[in-house]
């Protein structure tokens, strides 16, 4: 059967935190590449549509979100008793119970520990929870994508499409077939990878334009660096300079090692820095938090860091842990963090400067 001819070339970044959507009309320019507005649930009455996707989905309780509320769009294949949410609304649900939101999924698709095909997220959560497997989390992200895209643009179904996925470079193989199965799932079928770092040395060298020989004319190598929210990936370019004064022969040499080291654990770092000032707080000081406000100030320090690290951010921002049942004002406690502390813990703590003489 000969399919029709794709229209747009789309670039889908399934990112750890956050998933967007590029596009560009094969007759355009690339000057004319658009974001995607995902519509998304911000509350159970209230769609918005933003470009950033969280990549997140919550496994509610049956009957938690309300008798008015209707499924997410496409369903996903959840129970209608117990239905999942996805994107921003979902994170602000796990926020305030992290025992029902699968988040990560990308890095357990890539985890060789587990079997990533069978229903183990939210991991470690008790069994009134229905769980999913990172396989089926990734691919009810894309289902979404391509429901968006599929209203938007109705003329042009993803599908038919010419579509580039983007994974670390470090994946390794069985990590690459997962993704390309999520995509299946998603009914995108023919759907081509591209390594994140290469992605980001590609815009990099279009953004320089005519200047490209000129920035690289003293260079020999280039690192690319790609701290992502679950992963960082290091990829390291030859560069040859071309003898007649023109474009350089760009040669990729190495990809680092699969380090499961990201934003993730950056959120980590903040909360256990955290956590001795709200133990401080708590009825008997000096108890650490049990597991399950742990894990909501860890989401609630996420959040936080988000906001800081932002453009024209606050110079500090209060996190607030509920309490639960009878004693929900009584056990409500708060503490500051300020954007300093963000910026030494997050930004000088994961990449902090050194010389060039220093030894790991």
Same mark, same amino acid.
């Given at each position: 059967?000969? @399919?029709?001819? %794709?229209?747009?070339?789309?670039?889908?970044?399934?990112?750890?935190?956050?998933?967007?959507?590029?596009?560009?009309?094969?007759?355009?320019?690339?000057?004319?590449?658009?974001? @995607?507005?995902?519509?998304?649930?911000?509350?159970?009455?209230?769609?918005?549509?933003?470009? /950033?996707?969280?990549?997140?989905?919550?496994?509610?309780?049956?009957?938690?979100?309300?008798?008015?509320?209707?499924?997410? =769009?496409?369903?996903?294949?959840?129970?209608?008793?117990? %239905? !999942?949410?996805?994107?921003? =609304?979902?994170?602000?649900?796990?926020?305030?119970?992290?025992?029902?939101?699968?988040?990560?999924?990308?890095? =357990?698709?890539?985890?060789?520990?587990?079997?990533?095909?069978?229903?183990?997220?939210?991991?470690?959560?008790?069994?009134? $929870?229905?769980? *999913?497997?990172?396989?089926?989390?990734?691919?009810?992200?894309?289902?979404?994508?391509?429901?968006?895209?599929?209203?938007?643009?109705?003329?042009?179904?993803?599908?038919?499409?010419?579509?580039?996925?983007?994974?670390?470079?470090?994946?390794?193989?069985?990590?690459?077939?997962?993704?390309?199965?999520? !995509?299946?799932?998603?009914?995108?079928?023919?759907?081509?990878?591209?390594?994140?770092?290469?992605?980001?040395?590609?815009? =990099?060298?279009?953004?320089?334009?005519?200047?490209?020989?000129?920035?690289?004319?003293?260079?020999?190598?280039?690192?690319? *660096?790609?701290?992502?929210?679950?992963?960082?990936?290091?990829?390291?370019?030859? *560069?040859?300079?071309?003898?007649?004064?023109?474009?350089?022969?760009?040669? +990729?040499?190495?990809?680092?090692?699969?380090?499961?080291?990201?934003?993730?654990?950056?959120?980590?770092?903040?909360?256990?820095?955290?956590?001795?000032?709200?133990?401080?707080?708590?009825?008997?000081?000096?108890? +650490?938090?049990?597991?399950? +406000?742990?894990?909501?100030? $860890?989401?609630?320090?996420?959040?936080?860091?988000?906001?800081?690290? !932002?453009?024209?951010?606050?110079?500090?921002?209060?996190?607030?842990? /509920?309490?639960?049942?009878?004693? @929900?004002?009584?056990?409500?406690?708060?503490?500051?963090?300020?954007?300093?502390? *963000?910026?030494?813990?997050?930004?000088?703590?994961?990449?902090?400067?050194?010389?060039?003489?220093?030894?790991?």
């Amino acid at each position: 059967m000969n @399919l029709p001819s %794709p229209l747009y070339v789309i670039g889908i970044d399934l990112g750890t935190s956050h998933t967007v959507v590029a596009s560009v009309a094969l007759d355009g320019a690339t000057s004319d590449i658009a974001l @995607l507005d995902i519509p998304q649930r911000s509350t159970a009455g209230e769609l918005v549509a933003q470009p /950033l996707l969280p990549s997140v989905r919550y496994q509610a309780a049956q009957g938690e979100l309300g008798e008015g509320w209707r499924q997410p =769009w496409p369903p996903q294949g959840a129970d209608a008793a117990a %239905p !999942a949410v996805i994107g921003r =609304w979902a994170r602000d649900l796990g926020a305030a119970v992290p025992g029902r939101l699968v988040a990560s999924a990308k890095s =357990w698709l890539s985890h060789t520990g587990v079997d990533r095909t069978a229903a183990i997220l939210p991991w470690g959560a008790g069994e009134d $929870v229905a769980k *999913v497997s990172p396989l089926a989390a990734s691919s009810s992200y894309l289902a979404h994508v391509r429901a968006a895209w599929d209203q938007a643009h109705p003329e042009a179904p993803l599908h038919l499409q010419s579509v580039v996925l983007t994974v670390p470079a470090s994946f390794d193989e069985g990590a690459r077939a997962l993704t390309l199965e999520a !995509a299946q799932m998603a009914g995108l079928p023919r759907v081509q990878l591209l390594e994140e770092p290469k992605a980001a040395f590609h815009d =990099w060298l279009v953004l320089q334009g005519d200047e490209l020989a000129v920035q690289l004319v003293d260079s020999r190598l280039v690192l690319v *660096v790609d701290v992502g929210g679950g992963t960082t990936d290091l990829t390291l370019i030859r *560069v040859d300079a071309a003898p007649d004064g023109g474009l350089p022969t760009l040669t +990729r040499t190495a990809v680092g090692e699969h380090l499961m080291l990201g934003g993730d654990n950056m959120d980590l770092a903040l909360a256990h820095q955290l956590e001795p000032a709200f133990a401080a707080k708590a009825p008997d000081p000096g108890q +650490r938090l049990s597991v399950q +406000r742990f894990a909501q100030l $860890v989401q609630r320090c996420r959040m936080a860091k988000e906001q800081l690290l !932002a453009q024209n951010a606050p110079e500090q921002i209060g996190i607030t842990l /509920l309490g639960g049942g009878s004693k @929900l004002l009584a056990a409500t406690q708060s503490v500051t963090l300020t954007r300093e502390q *963000v910026r030494q813990s997050v930004v000088d703590g994961f990449l902090p400067v050194a010389q060039m003489s220093d030894m790991p």
